[in-house]
């Protein structure tokens, strides 16, 4: 499968499959003309929050057929800081999880505090 295959909408999730029919006026786009979207458009996009977008952005950089992703040195900057943003928000999910967790692991073991 390469960039310029159909965009594989079916194992989309219902919100995510109606927002990019939508998006497209209804044709199944291609990998790239998803792919080529930016964040904060795609945001704009009724149905298309942080969590769909990421469902659909993880659809979109796959390595396709053993292909690798484009290097840091060869993506532009705005997909580089979008890239960024992304890790950014996942780490500061896992931080808050885990902080989260070690209150809870602490207030079972100091009842008093």
């Known amino acids: 499968m390469g960039l310029d ?29 998803v792919a080529s979207i930016s964040d904060s458009q795609w945001l704009t996009v009724p149905n298309i929050g942080p969590t769909t977008l990421e469902e659909l952005r993880s659809m979109t950089q796959q390595p396709l057929n053993g292909e690798e992703t484009a290097s840091a040195s060869q993506m532009p900057d705005n997909e580089l800081l979008s890239r960024l943003n992304r890790l950014q928000r996942e780490l500061n999910t896992l931080i808050g999880e885990i902080r989260a ?3 809870a692991s602490s207030s079972r073991r100091h009842p008093h505090r």
């Open 101 to 103: 967790r070690l209150n």
């Open 5 to 33: 295959d159909p965009f594989p909408i079916e194992k989309c999730s219902g919100r995510v499959r109606g927002a990019i029919l939508a998006e497209f006026q209804g044709r199944c786009p291609t990998i790239r003309e």
